[in-house]
């Protein structure tokens, strides 16, 4: 059964630091996209960043310089280092896995407040 684990949100303040993860089980084989989204109150889920299995990275503009994505692909584990956190970053931030098909995570909160 696949399942895409995320953790590493919460409340942080702005200027502040988040690391979020995501644990993917119950592929056969690598999973060749990774990637995180997010989707704040009353918008549509965008696209913040994403990794592929050999290391090609792609931003979303708005995090540009602020965020990195990464992967170990050994444990089929992607991270997102958020960095200089902004109140317009406050979402929910959902994982997702390319294979054949799309498998999201649950998402994981994280407010940007003071």
């Known amino acids: 059964q696949v399942r895409l684990v995320e953790s590493g949100g919460g409340l942080v303040q702005p200027g502040g630091s988040l690391r979020l993860s995501c644990a993917a089980s119950?592929?056969?084989?690598?999973?060749?996209?990774m990637a995180w989204y997010r989707q704040a109150p009353g918008k549509q889920r965008e696209l913040v960043a994403s990794i592929i299995r050999f290391g090609s990275t792609n931003y979303a503009d708005s995090v540009k310089g602020r965020f990195t994505i990464s992967r170990e692909n050994a444990r089929n584990t992607v991270y997102l280092q958020m960095n200089s956190l902004k109140p317009e970053d406050t979402a929910v931030y959902y994982c997702k896995a390319t294979q054949t098909e799309n498998y999201w995570g649950q998402g994981t909160q994280v407010t940007v407040s003071s």
């Open positions: 119950g592929f056969i084989g690598s999973i060749n996209f």
